[in-house]
């Protein structure tokens, strides 16, 4: 009868049990059983840490496509960042309590000098105006000097302060002081250590160097990181002012021409009603005709899609001229405009056409539209007697785009402000190439002037677009 036996590997590292009844074939497969297992186990290990990898890189891209990856990851760099370094002084401050080093007293002062010199380096090093002070260059100095007296003195293991005197170097340093200063302490390294060592002691000086420019190139690359943040937030920040003030003069832009033939057609309504009612409704469906154009428009200005046109605003400038008692010429000459030029000019109309109505107190408003050479001219005149004759409180101030004196005066509307009304329109013009000026005439009247190129290159479409081009 044949007996089959089953030899199971031993684990790695356990002592065979029974092994003074064992061949030295079976001892030989048993080790070489459990070397295989050892290994496929190793394999399987390195195949679950691969897997691991995959897994978190997939994880790491699908995460920044979809910005779920913080802005900012950390904390800025400081002080802290360079502290691990002085590590690599243990070997001489090992060697002071081993009796290696010959007057101790001397080589622990240096070495404390050393690390407090390096640690006020480090920490200043991380801010700009403490950087580049004298105290900072007379520290560095220092630490150089230190360096070099305990480098010489003992060798060995003190020649690795150098590298912490080229991170030192690397940190403190910008620009044109980095490089002559960098090589400096590098010959420096590189004669200590061959004086010691010979020209083995050129691995010091590759090391310092090397220290060096990796440190100044880490440092300038976090600070441009960091200019690139605060780069990023500042144009977040404008482009958020310019929406508010592009929504602001589209409001009142819009609301205020509107208003302003809402309550002239009243007004006409009110005197028509009791004489003429069929004239009454009339004026009465303009106003609910104006009124659905103004909130279309609205809807228009809060997706900054609105689009001007010329023809349109003089369509509405003769509806709200005419029910306002005052007689309107339009008077065009020269090649037309290009659409961008001509929905810039639309608002000039518009906003010329409300001032006419709410203050000028005009009988007749001319606006003429001249095109010669490369640039387009357009002027609305009236002659009336402005704003003295709505209000005689209010000022040329109030005329030309100021703050009313009650608040509600002036062509600006109500609450004028910087950045509505002609002022706002001012700026929309000159950020397209173009010019506008507003005054009283010397015969009478108040005129208003645009001058714009033909054909504008920036979108002028719409205020909206006109602001973020």
């Not at 001509?342 to 409300?354: D, I, K, Q, Y």
């Not at 539209?369 to 004759?389: N, Q």
Request: with cysteine.
């Amino acid at each position: 009868m044949t007996t089959q036996t089953t030899v199971v590997p031993p684990r790695r590292g356990q002592r065979l049990i029974g092994d003074g009844d064992m061949s030295w074939t079976q001892k030989i497969r048993c080790h070489v059983e459990a070397t295989r297992a050892a290994v496929r186990q190793s394999r399987e290990h390195r195949r679950h840490c691969a897997a691991n990898r995959t897994r978190l890189r997939a994880e790491w891209r699908a995460a920044r496509r979809a910005g779920g990856l913080p802005e900012h990851p950390g904390p800025p760099p400081s002080g802290f960042t360079l502290l691990p370094w002085l590590l690599m002084g243990m070997g001489a401050f090992s060697n002071l309590f081993q009796d290696q080093t010959p007057n101790p007293w001397i080589g622990g002062l240096g070495l404390i000098t050393f690390n407090t010199l390096y640690i006020y380096v480090a920490f200043r090093a991380f801010h700009r105006d403490k950087r580049e002070a004298r105290s900072t260059r007379v520290a560095h100095v220092l630490l150089t000097a230190v360096t070099c007296a305990l480098a010489a003195g003992y060798g060995g293991n003190w020649l690795l302060f150098f590298p912490l005197l080229g991170l030192a170097t690397g940190a403190a340093l910008r620009l044109s002081h980095l490089r002559p200063a960098g090589t400096a302490v590098a010959v420096l390294a590189g004669a200590v250590s061959c004086f010691h060592d010979g020209w083995g002691g050129l691995d010091i000086a590759y090391a310092t160097w090397i220290s060096t420019m990796v440190t100044a190139a880490i440092m300038r690359l976090s600070e441009a990181v960091r200019e690139l943040r605060a780069a990023r937030e500042e144009l977040a920040r404008r482009a958020v002012e310019k929406e508010r003030l592009r929504f602001s003069r589209d409001l009142h832009d819009l609301l205020g021409h509107t208003m302003s033939v809402i309550v002239v057609k009243s007004e006409a309504a009110r005197r028509l009603a009791a004489r003429d009612l069929d004239a009454a409704l009339a004026q009465i469906t303009d106003i609910e005709s104006v009124g659905r154009q103004a909130l279309r428009e609205i809807r228009e200005a809060v997706t900054g899609y609105r689009q001007g046109s010329l023809g349109a605003e003089l369509d509405r400038a003769r509806s709200a001229l005419t029910a306002a008692g005052i007689t309107l010429a339009v008077n065009r000459s020269g090649p037309p405009p290009g659409p961008q030029t001509e929905a810039l000019l639309g608002w000039v109309v518009r906003e010329a056409v409300t001032n006419v109505v709410r203050h000028s107190g005009a009988d007749r408003c001319v606006i003429t539209l001249s095109g010669v050479a490369e640039r387009v001219r357009l002027s609305v005149v009236d002659d009336g007697i402005g704003a003295l004759a709505a209000d005689g409180a209010r000022t040329a101030a109030d005329i030309t785009g100021g703050p009313a004196a009650d608040g509600g005066g002036g062509p600006d509307g109500a609450g004028a402000r910087a950045g509505t009304g002609l002022t706002g329109l001012t700026e929309r013009l000159a950020a397209a190439g173009g010019s506008l000026t507003a005054g009283r005439q010397a015969k009478g009247g108040f005129a208003v002037s645009a001058e714009l190129p033909l054909d504008v290159d920036v979108t002028g479409a719409s205020p909206a677009v006109a602001e973020r081009a």
